[in-house]
């Protein structure tokens, strides 16, 4: 038993467990507060029911349908942050690399018609991909060989990326007909996922999603490939010294997290949900939820699977906790507080490993 | 009879060690009193604990004979107690005074007030023979100095009661001795010292007493007059050691790599810090490179091993150039590397240790299967390794190589390095804050490997090391060298000269 509990992954379980319970019940304090100042809200207990299931109590099947529709592209977010903090890196231009990926992915889908539209899919989600992987690349090659730090560059190119995608729309889009939708055929298949479920929105994304995760996790842990990006996030002096190709390593590093965060893009742009691109002069969210996602699940590749379905049913709970007369911000307000504690989570191992290690010790 | 410091039954326990295991240590008022042990045998936990850094499970402090609560170094200090440590806690771009007030600034009106603190401070300058100029910036000053300096913090403060946590490992010979005496000068002046080291000459040189610690536990407390290097060295490391190195003169064979006219450019100044070097070195023989730190044997040493560029010259290796070859080439091609900061080249600290035993073979097909890594034959390697070469550690193979101690640290490097069978093996200060066991046994395999005919280029600083050792010393200076000479015919005073550039001749 206490060997169980001394086992690190374990213990990032527990951490990440008591994160979300430390936001969970900050979130209570918060409900039974508002209840007090708001008449029409006057069931706390009810609202935090809704938050539990995700608002899956009012929504089904249908509700489960959306959350995994949500959830699709802030895993690959996630997996892009997350991927990069396991190489020593902190990639915050998830969002910059997530539309351009998006926007290359719908690019491809209308005015690609070349290629057969049922397949137009995979080509769009292959273009997302490079495209992703070259905005991270420039990140990658100037901290590689020029020592700017990634932090700042990825931050600059969040903006370059939401304003050339922005300049893009209006030079590519014809004068008289400005607005283009997605041909149905060409959108991510939904293998009958939106006849389940109920919500033409459902397609597969999610299990691509939670595909590249998996393929994540093996190239990390389980390859020399991972091996040498780690050596070089870790310590890329003794990356060096072992003969690894330090640079070479980072660069990569940036690339394939690049390359994660645009194919979230596809997964939104190139599918059922209703989004535009004309007006996006802000900061796509999906990319700094991926910090949040990435943060909640310690990094790892399957972690982020589980903190990403949670991230996502909060999202699902918030427009309904309406019926119990509050707003939907006070589930960013917890959304926001497990974040921080989830931060604090080598504080809350530190934490665990006394606790367990005295009891251990006066038994 | 009145201590200063009483320690009484001191437990500090960390997951999986117990750090300090019920531990009673007396120091009388005004003696200087030697803490000795091996690496991880508690010496600085049980510091720390005095200094308020760590808060230990069982056991309390006396100090002047009243029970102390001492929770952090803010309480430590105000029951006198200073320290330094072994790495100085320096502000790099303040000057010397700027240092020694800091934390303890006298403001008026919301300014600083320097006058009458470069007054005290000059004063114990002078006082305790430290030769301090208080307006120069510590970047510009030697890292004896520095040292100092960190003693003129505690002594600015008024502590009587000063830890040296192996204060010596950074020092050239002459600045040990140096130390010495201000130590004595201390004393004199009624202040009372304990000294972290595993150097029986200089607990031997100024000691009074020693308290000798063992994985944990005190093993006892004697009087350094009635006691001999060799007892202590026992009770330290728990069985006989030898002191002196074992070896037969050596068997130089054929030239295994041939440096010529090699120049390597300064990270930090435009010069050369590598000027114009050629030495050869020949299988079955262990070529030393002495020289006090900074004289261009770091940068030497990432030119042969392709960490750092050439600026010039060449590096002929079993016949091919070395000098744009890469670091796997090297490697592949059997030179092994003992790198002089295992924190920073040696080990990913953050691996454990099964991962950092196969840093330079992961790619081999002994480890790896199309890409994908075969964890049971890295797990066998590491366990076989482990008990090769005995490497101790809380969990195994599995254990984060961060919370090793150092030694064992060392000994998985040593481990890894020496797995290669590497023709050329380039140890780099390898026994650099190790205990005497552990340096025993890294100078007895370098010995081993040079009998079995491979060749050795140590680097070192420590003058001992050089002259027992090496088969063979090429002394560097400024980034050339400045002599060759035979251990067996030169005196360690001699050998100074050199070192410290006031004797050079010309070498080949």
């Known amino acids: ?363 | 009879m009145e201590y200063v410091i009483e320690l009484r039954n001191i437990t500090k326990v960390f997951p999986g060690i117990i750090a300090n295991d019920d531990i009673t240590l007396k120091v009388k008022k005004g003696e200087i009193h030697a803490l000795l042990g091996e690496n991880g045998a508690g010496k600085s936990t049980l510091m720390s604990v005095l200094f308020g850094l760590y808060k230990p499970e069982k056991g309390s402090i006396f100090i002047k004979g009243e029970e102390a609560h001492i929770a952090n170094p803010n309480d430590a200090n105000r029951y006198g107690i200073g320290m330094v440590h072994q790495h100085f806690k320096l502000v790099h771009n303040f000057t010397v005074l700027e240092n020694v007030i800091l934390g303890v600034e006298t403001v008026k009106n919301g300014t600083l007030v320097m006058a009458e603190a470069r007054k005290r401070v000059l004063e114990l300058s002078k006082r305790y023979n430290l030769f301090i100029e208080p307006d120069h910036l510590i970047s510009d000053i030697s890292v004896g100095m520095q040292q100092r300096v960190e003693i003129l913090k505690m002594l600015y403060k008024n502590n009587d009661i000063l830890i040296f946590d192996e204060p010596t490992a950074v020092l050239t010979p002459q600045e040990i001795d140096e130390l010495m005496k201000i130590m004595k000068e201390l004393i004199s002046e009624g202040k009372t010292i304990l000294f972290i080291t595993h150097k029986l000459n200089e607990i031997k040189a100024v000691a009074d007493r020693v308290s000798i610690l063992r994985k944990g536990k005190l093993i006892d407390t004697v009087d350094v007059s009635s006691s001999t290097k060799e007892s202590l060295s026992e009770m330290m490391v728990g069985r006989k050691v030898l002191l002196e190195v074992n070896k037969t003169p050596a068997e130089p064979k054929e030239v295994i790599m041939e440096v010529s006219h090699l120049s390597m450019k300064s990270k930090h100044h435009g010069k050369d810090s590598v000027n114009d070097v050629s030495f050869k070195v020949r299988r079955g023989e262990i070529l030393c490179i002495a020289g006090i730190e900074g004289n261009g044997q770091t940068d030497l040493v990432y030119g042969i091993t392709g960490l750092q560029k050439l600026s010039g010259g060449k590096i002929l290796y079993k016949g091919v150039d070395l000098a744009t070859k890469s670091i796997r080439y090297r490697s592949l091609s059997k030179i092994s590397h003992i790198p002089e900061d295992r924190h920073k080249h040696g080990l990913v600290l953050d691996y454990n240790l099964a991962e950092n035993l196969i840093l330079q073979t992961y790619f081999t097909d002994k480890f790896q299967k199309h890409g994908f890594l075969k964890f049971k034959e890295i797990y066998d390697h590491a366990d076989k390794m482990i008990q090769r070469f005995d490497i101790r550690s809380g969990s195994g193979s599995r254990s984060v190589t961060r919370s090793m101690s150092g030694g064992n640290q060392q000994k998985a490097i040593l481990a890894r390095e020496l797995d290669i069978n590497p023709d050329l093996l380039i140890a780099v200060q390898p026994t650099r804050g190790l205990d005497v066991g552990a340096i025993e046994y890294i100078h007895k395999t370098l010995i081993e490997q040079r009998d079995a005919g491979k060749a050795v280029l140590l680097v070192s600083l420590e003058l001992s090391e050089v002259m027992s050792v090496s088969d063979r010393i090429l002394v560097i200076y400024e980034g050339e060298l400045v002599g060759e000479v035979d251990p067996s015919k030169i005196t360690q005073q001699e050998l100074g000269l050199y070192m410290s550039g006031s004797k050079r001749e010309k070498v080949e």
């Open chain 1, 1 to 363: 038993m206490k060997k169980f509990l001394m086992n690190a992954g374990v213990q990032k379980i527990f951490a990440a467990l008591l994160a979300i319970l430390f936001g969970l019940v900050f979130g209570i304090v918060i409900l039974f507060i508002a209840s007090f100042f708001i008449s029409k809200a006057s069931y706390p207990m009810d609202a935090l029911y809704t938050i539990v299931t995700g608002g899956l109590r009012f929504s089904g099947l249908k509700g489960l349908g959306i959350i995994m529709r949500f959830m699709s592209p802030i895993l690959l977010t996630g997996l892009s942050v997350g991927f990069a903090f396991k190489t020593g890196l902190f990639n915050i231009g998830a969002s910059g690399q997530f539309v351009i990926g998006g926007f290359v992915a719908a690019y491809i889908c209308i005015k690609w018609t070349f290629i057969p539209l049922e397949y137009l899919w995979i080509v769009g989600i292959l273009g997302a991909i490079i495209a992703g992987g070259l905005v991270g690349l420039i990140s990658g090659l100037l901290k590689a060989y020029r020592n700017v730090n990634e932090v700042i560059s990825a931050i600059m190119l969040n903006y370059i990326a939401m304003i050339t995608v922005s300049n893009l729309v209006s030079v590519i889009a014809d004068k008289n007909n400005p607005s283009r939708t997605m041909p149905p055929l060409s959108r991510i298949p939904t293998l009958g996922l939106d006849k389940i479920f109920g919500n033409n929105t459902t397609d597969i994304s999610i299990f691509i999603a939670i595909l590249v995760a998996i393929l994540i996790y093996i190239i990390l842990e389980r390859t020399t490939f991972g091996y040498e990006l780690k050596a070089c996030g870790y310590n890329r002096n003794a990356a060096r010294y072992a003969g690894i190709n330090d640079r070479l390593g980072i660069t990569l590093s940036m690339t394939i997290a690049g390359a994660l965060a645009g194919l979230g893009g596809a997964m939104v742009y190139i599918s059922s949900i209703t989004k535009v691109f004309d007006s996006l002069l802000t900061l796509a969210p999906e990319g700094f939820d991926g910090i949040s996602v990435a943060l909640l699940g310690m990094s790892n590749p399957l972690g982020i699977i589980f903190s990403a379905a949670f991230i996502a049913a909060l999202k699902n709970a918030g427009p309904a906790l309406s019926r119990s007369g509050f707003n939907e911000e006070v589930v960013k307000i917890m959304t926001a507080v497990i974040i921080y504690a989830s931060a604090f989570s080598l504080i809350f191992r530190e934490k665990l490993v006394q606790f367990f290690t005295k009891k251990g010790a006066k038994k």
